[in-house]
């Protein structure tokens, strides 16, 4: 299977010049917790998260002006392209305790696949269990931190 065959293609994005405030209100509309960050010729730059803006944005005391693009996470971006085996993105997201990659082809933004879009296009309950656990594992680490 391929990440083409699990990857959801109504993406909603934002550039890196948008105030959070903007953001944040894209992502309520469209009730995502998750976002690509585009430059202005469409690459991909970065991702931000809700939590992103809760611990940048709110808990920073900053202003809702604050551009994207300051608070958008940088570096190790999960990204994999149309063709990949989807196996292969699922061992990465397991490995990188990450729950979401940004699909990428021809630098252009194409599609999102969550670890849930994983475990419906495969049906596998074994390893939807074993990837949930790796993330999970990511998640209770950063709760005590």
Do not use: W
Not at 19 to 48: D, Y
């Amino acid at each position: 299977m391929r990440c083409k065959d699990a990857m959801v293609t109504m993406v909603f994005r934002c550039g890196e010049d948008e105030p959070a405030q903007k953001v944040a209100r894209l992502m309520q509309e469209m009730r995502v917790g998750f976002l690509p960050v585009t430059n202005q010729a469409g690459h991909l730059v970065g991702v931000v998260t809700d939590r992103d803006l809760a611990l940048r944005i709110l808990a920073e005391g900053r202003s809702p002006e604050t551009p994207i693009g300051s608070v958008m996470t940088l570096g190790n971006l999960l990204s994999c392209r149309p063709d990949d085996d989807l196996r292969d993105l699922e061992r990465r997201m397991a490995d990188d305790q990450k729950a979401r990659a940004v699909v990428v082809e021809n630098d252009k933004v194409v599609g999102v696949i969550s670890a849930m879009d994983i475990l419906i296009a495969e049906g596998s309950k074994r390893r939807a269990g074993k990837l949930m656990e790796a993330i999970a594992h990511r998640e209770s680490r950063s709760a005590l931190a």
